[in-house]
């Protein structure tokens, strides 16, 4: 078990570090969402099945989509780097 | 400066797993209230899921606050969002054609996902999770058509009806608690048997009226989001 909670907070940490280090908004959404999905396995490690559900739906699903939504809205929702589109800009 | 914030953050993070993963004991604390709960929950609310038991049995008014925090969160995108057209670059994006794979798996999925949601809220007392859970699962079960099918549109005034009339079921149930001289949103009925659809009184009433709010309060800020609207159907129409 230990070995499972170690290798959710290897995906974890490895998710949330290359979120900051991807230049696409596009796929630092993807890797918040992928942050969400391994802190809800860890929640049914922990017995709390309601939490898991939750973070699941909420965390890697709802609020991926509303950051995408968003990305949409103000027009970054592209698979460009933040420095081509300032450059197009 | 950001990243070192991110840093910290992340570290943070990771001390924290760390502590869960080594199981550190950080304190003492009595726990009375949680232990008192545990003892007391199945007789006096009747609910096989403990957690429901304390989200609408123990803590009713907090569930109302938090339903209330949602609705003034959701409004307030709504009234933002909503008065901004979208461009009409991003509306010829939109435009795009149907991409039959896309259309279809959406068409197979709606009533899986309609089904997983309604199974979540109406089991929210006897399995793990409830109205938020399954409301949310609803809320994308009806924004996959949206997002999927171009030119489907969402009825804003049904949305509003169905939001409306839970969001008032949930206080009228309180309120009837009340002024049969219970405290205001203590569970009614009789608990019936433990583990039946049936039992723990009025707390599936409770849960479906949240999952339906819930449910129409996400979809129509998700479609706010997406910039769909019944406006904008009119106008290609």
Excluded: C
Excluded at chain 2, 39 to 62: F, H, M, P, Q
Excluded at chain 2, 202 to 231: Q, R
């Amino acid at each position: 078990m230990i070995w499972l909670v170690a290798l959710m907070v290897f995906i974890m940490l490895l998710a949330a570090v290359s979120m900051l280090l991807v230049e696409s908004q596009v796929s630092a959404v993807a890797l918040s969402a992928a942050v969400s999905l391994a802190l809800s396995i860890l929640f049914v490690i922990l017995q709390a099945p309601d939490v898991a559900m939750t973070e699941a739906v909420v965390g890697s699903g709802l609020s991926a989509i509303i950051l995408a939504l968003t990305l949409n809205r103000i027009h970054r929702f592209k698979q460009t780097t933040t420095a081509e589109t300032e450059n197009d800009a | 400066m950001r990243n070192l914030t991110a840093l910290l953050f992340s570290g943070g993070l990771a001390f924290l797993l760390m502590v869960i993963a080594w199981q550190f004991t950080l304190g003492d604390a009595p726990m009375l209230i949680g232990a008192a709960i545990l003892d007391n929950a199945v007789k006096e609310v009747g609910a096989a899921n403990l957690v429901t038991s304390v989200v609408l049995g123990y803590r009713g008014i907090d569930t109302l606050g938090e339903i209330a925090i949602l609705f003034t969160a959701a409004t307030a995108t709504s009234m933002v969002l909503g008065s901004f057209a979208m461009t009409d670059e991003a509306s010829e994006t939109e435009q795009r054609e149907d991409g039959s794979i896309l259309g279809s798996s959406v068409r197979l999925f709606f009533p899986l996902l309609l089904t997983l949601g309604l199974y979540i809220i109406v089991h929210g007392h006897l399995t793990p999770g409830g109205g938020f859970q399954g409301g949310v699962i609803l809320a994308g079960a009806f924004f996959l058509p949206l997002l999927a099918i171009p030119g489907r549109s969402i009825n804003h005034g049904g949305i509003a009806l169905v939001e409306g009339f839970s969001g008032a079921a949930f206080i009228l149930i309180g309120l009837t608690a009340l002024f049969s001289g219970q405290a205001f949103l203590q569970p009614l009925f009789e608990h019936g048997v433990i583990g039946h659809l049936f039992s723990a009184g009025s707390l599936p009433l409770l849960y479906i009226a949240v999952g339906l709010k819930v449910g129409a309060e996400l979809s129509g800020l998700l479609a706010n989001l997406a910039g769909i609207s019944s406006h904008a159907a009119e106008a290609e129409k």
